[in-house]
């Protein structure tokens, strides 16, 4: 798990000072209708989060919970389109910090319990390098950096 958290360590490091540097139009801005602008797609990083924690923290005391949610209807029901993008950087940070402390707590045996996310269940070191992967894919996206493919 260890690597895993320099990881995330190392990607709020880098990205929070990379989103801070962009200006409200950009977070503003929406490529379509259809499509969630970047201030929505932090947003959903924000869901992802706070989804993550659950996961982190139930399944080690649960067996295989199931936790799962609507990422389209957290981001509309959410509003994060008004959000303030500072304070929505903010949140990200400090929601990503709380997720590095809770992997430090973690035993080597709870990191290999396991929970569902509406598929095969898998373990908790395999959700963590996951949500890393999921939070580089967009925030490449927010950035127009080069595109990361993410599977999930």
Known sequence: MQPTIVYLEKIIRIYSKR??????DAYDWRPSPEKWSKKEILGHLVDSAQNNIRR???????DTPNIVYSQD?????TGYRAY???DLITLWTLLNKHI?????????????????????PQ???WVAADYCNHLVHHLHQ?????PIAYPG
């Open 19 to 24: 989103l801070a540097a962009l200006n409200d």
């Open 56 to 62: 982190f923290v139930v399944a080690q005391y649960e």
């Open 73 to 77: 209807e957290w981001v509309a029901v």
């Open 84 to 86: 303030p993008s500072r």
């Open 100 to 120: 590095v402390i809770i992997l430090g707590k973690m035993s080597p045996e709870a990191a290999q319990r396991k929970c569902a996310m509406g598929g095969q």
């Open 123 to 125: 373990t908790l070191e």
């Open 142 to 146: 927010i950035l127009d950096l080069d």
